[in-house]
């Protein structure tokens, strides 16, 4: 193997295969995105054409119409088995942005992912989590156990060595899988135009402006381009100078909000 | 002024070109505490242009907060707990690329309570940056990091003295802490050229020369780097087939056994080994998504089996091709560097992970230094004894497979990671004499029958597949020795299965015994002086490394005969193959029982490519470099011996 994105693809289809080999009830996280929509044409991968597992998606509410739109109908063609989380209690006690943004992530998301893994009865969750992201997801490992308080221990993560990953828990302790850790976002659009992959067309450039990261509309704003293709993504990444997600509100609340939010169990 | 060095200024002009496309190459960035690993990464990272304006920003905002300079250590240790204390905690990676090569660093954390950290990060390495800081010099920490280098077989080193800017660009200091190093390097039997100067802190010698190190007129780091990265990616075809077993999938009714393939090829038609199972099979196809059938798999991929004949094996197996099995031990000798809190306890119980299999295991004894040690502690480096619960498929040589190296769990947690030595082993199963029998000694000595003869004795061991050539080999050789005049003997497998050992089978536990029985003979043969062709396929590891003790390490020459499985199955001088193809033998070595070749035979040969007298020419060469023959003693022979016949004839005495 020659080609970097054979050896990514293959590092993370090792993952995932180790992932459902070692864990009883494995899951994944969907959020439409182009990571997490990597991330099931990895699984399929790595299951032969089929999805043994069952995909989530942490809706907030707040979600940009077109994302659910085609979430449903993409499910649809794919035969995915869809469970759609939502904190209804947050949100009929008026959860919103405007209350902090922090509270509302904290909220409508983590807590609404916690519930979701406990009613499942959820022991393992691929994320398409990226280290390139943003500075505490570089610090994540592939595997990272969550105490049942889903807290990240980021002081104490078991060691990771070679292909040689940590599955084994105690009960009441959930385990996040990150198949796509070592990968950059530059990687993963080039990922989807080997594949011809299928993304939300939120991404591609109308108007002069397109989402480089998907999240909540109030909290998310989309950038100044003209890329309206995959090819005229990649050639924009190439020189851009901003990172990924200096559209999203919730990185610049305090200088550690990130690390905090992913601290208690957000994504 | 709010940073010294903002991302504004300093930043070169690298030309880059279009290497998005190339694998990348794991650089990781080691050594002590503070020594300037994270200073040296941002600033690689800014002056290559690989990070973003914002994040820079983002950093300047946050020392301009703490009222302090800019630290470009901040682009990588990211959490707050790292940048308070100035400590970083965990490993970071990160990219980029630099004419035409594309690097993927690691930065490791230097503090002792991290070597877990640093360990892993290592793990993935190719190639190590080893900071070492120009005023503090060579630290407990730095020779622990190269310890486990070592252990790791991370052997690509580049030694930077950074801080080079606190100790006024001295060169005399510098020198001395590079002589330092080397000393330590020499004692850890690491190689390494590359010692540069650097200030991480100011960007010398990075990726421009630095006018405050007129007397360095070497290479800048970057530039090292470009040439220490070695050209083939990670993965390699070439080496034996081996494919570690994930799962065995169910899909539509089908069974499907998926894995990876970690060395060599496969392709559908192949006689597949499951080790340590010992079970065989067929491959029928090779399945990936969404291409359904494939013609190849090649080291690295994810792939799944469809078998032509069904057979229970599960997650942990290691597929091989028969002829070319790993070996399949219940104990084995390694390095490890501990990395838990708590101490490794002597005999304590541990799970040994090793490919995807995992077994019990217990550590039961040190042999560092031949001293035995009670405990261990975090970050401590020693060669153990490993003896799993049961028995367990691995490769020793390094590099090609990566089933040399593993990791010791408790239930949750890893505690341990080490690699499997090549040389050494420990043999058990020998029967062992009645204490009451005690040996008589007094009877005519090795080297005196050596002496008047005028050559010394020795046992060539030939062992490969049915086919490879041992026989002929061994005729031809013997001819050759006994026209010289030398003693000379062979014990032919097949002969002596017809006597000897006529009341053993094919069992495992038989051809141990029969390999030990061979041994013996040899060991007795030799002390009569005799030069000793053992002919025979001896196809596990363990029996063979019996054969060398019992014969005694400086006297057994193991001689590969190499020769491909299809090429043997060609010739077939003896009708075994077909024999075994149509079930009439079973247990046949290569086929349906493995075949381990050896790791390091004395001498290898290509039987497939070498004419008998190439071969003959070569064990002569072999003797000759061990001294059995052509020393003083010899060139004697045959001049003082009288009748040696022209014909040939064995001298009737
Ligand atoms: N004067 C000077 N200071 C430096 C240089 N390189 C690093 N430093 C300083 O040394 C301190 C430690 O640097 P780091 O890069 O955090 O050290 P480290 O090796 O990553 O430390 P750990 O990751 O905790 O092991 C920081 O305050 C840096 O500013 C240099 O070349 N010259
Ligand atoms: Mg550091």
């Known amino acids: ?267 | 002024m709010l940073c010294k060095n903002s991302a504004n200024q300093d930043i070169c002009d690298i030309p880059q070109q279009e290497v998005y496309d190339k694998p990348a190459f794991t650089v990781v960035v080691v050594g002590s505490v503070d020594h300037g690993k994270s200073t040296l990464l941002g600033r690689l990272l800014m002056e290559s242009g690989a990070v973003e304006v914002d994040r820079v920003r983002r950093v300047e905002t946050i020392c301009a907060a703490k009222g302090s300079n800019f630290e470009p250590a901040f682009l990588l240790d990211a959490l707050e707990e790292e940048q308070s204390q100035g400590v970083s905690i965990e490993s970071t990676h990160c990219q980029l690329r630099y004419e035409g090569q594309k690097f993927q660093f690691i930065d490791a954390p230097g503090h002792l309570e991290f070597i877990k950290n640093m360990t892993g990060a290592a793990s993935y390495a190719r190639i190590a940056i080893l900071v070492i800081d120009a005023v503090e010099g060579v630290r407990s920490q730095t020779i622990r990091h190269l310890e486990v280098l070592a252990m790791l077989g991370v052997t690509r080193l580049l030694v930077a003295v950074n801080k080079v800017d606190k100790i006024n660009y001295d060169s005399a200091a510098y020198h001395d802490i590079c002589a330092k190093t080397q000393e330590l390097l020499n004692t850890l039997k690491l190689d390494c050229d590359h010692f540069l100067p650097i200030s991480a802190l100011n960007g010398e010698n990075l990726f421009k020369a630095s006018e405050n190190l007129p007397w360095y007129s070497g290479k800048t780091l970057i530039q090292v780097l470009s040439e220490l990265a070695p050209p083939a990616a990670r993965g390699c075809n070439s080496g034996y087939f081996r494919m570690m077993l994930q799962d065995v999938y169910r899909f539509g009714g089908e069974r499907f056994f998926a894995g990876r393939v970690v060395s060599g090829s496969i392709t559908p038609g192949q006689l597949i080994l499951f080790s340590p199972s010992g079970k065989v099979s067929i491959v029928e196809a090779i399945i990936s998504y969404p291409d359904e059938k494939r013609e190849l798999a090649v080291a690295g991929e994810c792939v799944a089996l469809k078998l032509s004949e069904q057979i229970f094996v599960e997650r942990g197996e290691i597929v091989s091709r028969p002829d070319q099995a790993p070996e399949v031990l219940d104990e084995f000798i390694a390095t490890i560097v501990w990395l838990a809190e708590e101490e490794l306890e002597l005999g304590a119980q541990y799970i040994l992970k090793i490919g995807t299999a995992e077994v019990g295991c217990s550590v039961y004894a040190f042999t560092s230094n031949n001293e035995s040690v009670d405990l261990l502690n975090r970050g401590d480096v020693r060669d153990v004894i490993i003896k799993p619960s049961s028995p367990i498929a691995l490769d020793r040589i390094e590099g090609t497979s990566g089933l040399n190296r593993f990791v010791l769990c408790t239930k949750y947690d890893t505690v341990a990671a080490g690699s499997v030595m090549e040389e050494k082993r420990i043999f058990r199963g020998m029967p062992v004499a009645s204490p009451f029998v005690q040996r008589e000694n007094g009877y005519l000595e090795r080297m005196v029958i050596e002496a008047a003869q005028g050559h010394k004795a020795a046992v060539l061991w030939l062992t490969g597949l049915s086919g490879s050539g041992k026989s002929a080999l061994a005729k031809a050789l013997e001819a050759r020795l006994f026209a010289a005049g030398r003693t000379v003997m062979v014990l032919d497998g097949d002969n002596l299965r017809k006597g000897l050992c006529a009341d053993l089978g094919f069992s495992r536990e038989d051809r141990a015994e029969n390999i030990r029985r061979i041994a013996e003979v040899a060991r007795l043969l030799l002390d009569a002086g005799t030069l000793v062709i053992v002919a025979c396929l001896s196809p596990y590891a363990e029996d063979r490394d019996r054969a060398r003790s019992i014969i005694g390490e400086d006297d057994y020459l193991e001689i590969f005969l190499s020769c491909p499985l299809e090429v043997c199955q060609g010739r077939d001088p003896k009708g075994l193959y077909k024999k075994a193809a149509s079930g009439e033998i079973t247990s046949f070595s290569g086929l349906d029982s493995p075949y381990q070749p050896p790791v390091h035979p004395n001498l290898l040969i290509d039987s497939n490519q070498m004419s008998l007298d190439q071969e003959v020419e070569a064990v002569i060469a072999l003797l000759r470099s061990k001294q059995v023959i052509g020393t003083a003693i010899g060139r004697i022979w045959p001049a003082k011996r009288p009748n040696t016949s022209q014909s040939m004839a064995r001298e009737v005495i």
């Open chain 1, 1 to 267: 193997m020659t080609n970097y994105l054979d050896e990514l693809e293959s590092d993370s289809i090792f993952i995932i295969r180790e992932a459902y080999a070692k864990s009883k009830n494995l899951g994944m996280l969907w959020s439409m995105g182009k990571d997490s929509t990597v991330l099931l044409h990895l699984v399929r991968k790595a299951f032969l054409g089929n999805y043994p597992i069952v995909v989530i998606h942490i809706d907030t509410s707040y979600k940009i119409p077109e994302m659910i739109s085609w979430r449903d109908d993409f499910a649809r063609r794919n035969n995915l088995r869809l469970i759609v989380g939502v904190n209804k209690r947050a949100l009929a006690d008026g959860m919103a942005p405007e209350k902090g943004r922090l509270q509302c992530c904290g909220s409508l998301k983590t807590e609404a992912l916690l519930d979701i893994v406990h009613e499942h009865r959820i022991q393992a969750l691929l994320i398409g989590i990226r280290g390139d992201e943003e500075g505490s997801r570089g610090k994540e490992r592939i595997v990272s156990p969550r105490l049942h308080s889903s807290t990240w221990a980021y002081k104490q993560q078991p060691a990771e060595l070679w292909h040689y990953y940590n599955l084994h828990l105690p009960q009441d302790v959930h385990v996040r899988i990150h198949p796509l850790l070592r990968w950059t976002e530059l990687d993963i659009w080039n990922y989807i135009r080997r594949e011809k992959l299928e993304v939300i067309p939120l991404y591609y450039a109308k108007d002069g402006k397109r989402y480089r990261s998907l999240g909540c509309y109030p909290c998310t704003d989309s950038i100044e381009s003209g890329a309206r293709n995959v090819d005229e993504i990649i050639e924009e990444l190439k020189s851009t100078k901003l990172s990924e997600r200096a559209g999203r509100a919730q990185d610049k609340v305090d200088t550690y909000a990130m690390q905090k939010l992913r601290k208690s169990g957000y994504m």
